[in-house]
């Protein structure tokens, strides 16, 4: 997430296999909050929140991100990456729990699901 926007690839290739995803479990994440305010609640934005409902998929879940100076790439991104926003915001524990949350549903979803033989 940038600017509290996704990528366009990443909008499209939602809306290109909208059809196809709807038909399976779906989990959407993003990441990208800095600064001291970066694991607070944030906003999923309205294209994702629309094309996450037509897919199925819970509410998209926001982790925090991560910008130094030899990672970052195009200058407002190198700018952010020399000031007060600089830094590693990804709270492991918290992206474990929800790997595990999602492990765990689709574990549940095949143990529940009618045999086909």
């Known amino acids: 997430m940038y600017a509290f926007r996704w990528r366009g690839e990443a909008l499209a290739f939602l809306r290109r296999f909208r059809n196809e995803l709807a038909a399976r479990p779906v989990w959407l994440f993003h990441s990208g909050p800095l600064g001291e305010t970066a694991d607070q609640p944030q906003r999923t934005p309205k294209a994702v929140g629309r094309l996450a409902a037509a897919v199925g998929a819970k ?3 926001t982790f925090a991100g991560r910008i130094t100076p030899d990672t970052a790439k195009g200058l407002m991104a190198k700018r952010m990456a020399k000031g007060p926003m600089a830094g590693d915001y990804r ?3 918290r992206i474990h729990e929800w790997a595990d949350e999602v492990a ?5 979803e095949e143990t529940h699901a009618p045999r086909q033989d």
């Open 104 to 108: 765990r549903s689709l574990h549940e």
């Open 91 to 93: 709270n492991w524990d």
């Open 59 to 61: 509410e998209p879940v």
